[in-house]
T-cell receptor
Framework: EAGVAQSPRYKIIEKRQSVAFWCNPI?????LYWYQQILGQGPKLLIQ????????DSQLPKDRFSAERLKGVDSTLKIQPAKLEDSAVYLC??????????????FGEGSRLTVL | AQSVTQLDSQVPVFEEAPVELRCNYS??????LFWYVQYPNQGLQLLLK??????LVKGINGFEAEFNKSQTSFHLRKPSVHISDTAEYFC????????????FGAGTRLFVKA
């Protein structure tokens, strides 16, 4: 079974530029998450999708971050314009339908962003 | 809202010694509890989970954890560690409110020395 795919693995940009990350979850997983992991910290939930609807985006800085999950499968996270403090690893995870009480998240390898 | 506190940011230990990584949580509703491990330059993978039933949960690689509801803790233990256990360990809690929002602790870096 293929795992969660993310790209690119690494990205270096200058502040005020834009960047986009892509995620393809495990086939059949209805729930998709984007987490931000700053060096030395635990993952922080940015946004959670159930199919193509948003369940929680309370921690997403909506003035610069946006995310979409068209057709309820893959997803894109965009940052525009980037700030120095956005340097982090962006982790995508997926899980079976939230109503299935396993709660286990399956993570991709992450996209490491460096903002100069 | 739920929160997770990992009491140790770093735990150095000698190979074959026992280890305990501590985790406390707070929540006003029923929770599910998890431990994830992250090896360098890799994503997180599940070590073990508590959903219901027995409070002692066994996971992969010889790890186990005990859910203590009265102390709101979910400490991770291993009786004898290996060099290969060197990694970052994250405790996570998910509230049973239907949305399955999962919150992570700040992590504990386990460093196993020869």
């Amino acid at each position: 079974e293929a795992g969660v795919a993310q790209s690119p693995r690494y990205k270096i940009i200058e502040k005020r530029q834009s960047v986009a990350f892509w995620c393809n979850p495990i086939s059949g997983h209805a729930t998709l998450y984007w987490y931000q992991q700053i060096l030395g910290q635990g993952p922080k939930l940015l946004i959670q999708f159930q199919n193509n609807g948003v369940v929680d985006d309370s921690q997403l800085p909506k003035d610069r971050f946006s995310a979409e999950r068209l057709k309820g499968v893959d997803s894109t996270l965009k940052i525009q314009p980037a700030k120095l403090e956005d340097s982090a690893v962006y982790l995508c995870a997926s899980s079976l339908t939230a109503g299935v009480r396993t709660g286990e998240l399956f993570f991709g390898e992450g996209s490491r962003l460096t903002v100069l | 809202a739920q929160s997770v506190t990992q009491l140790d940011s770093q735990v150095p230990v000698f190979e074959e010694a026992p280890v305990e990584l501590r985790c406390n949580y707070s929540s006003s509703v029923s929770v599910y509890l998890f431990w994830y491990v992250q090896y360098p330059n890799q994503g997180l993978q599940l070590l073990l989970k508590y959903l219901s039933g027995s409070t002692l949960v066994k996971g992969i690689n010889g790890f186990e954890a005990e859910f203590n509801k009265s102390q709101t803790s979910f400490h991770l233990r291993k009786p004898s560690v290996h060099i290969s256990d060197t990694a970052e360990y994250f405790c996570a809690v998910s509230e049973d409110t239907g949305g399955f929002k999962t919150i992570f602790g700040a992590g504990t870096r386990l460093f196993v020395k020869a």
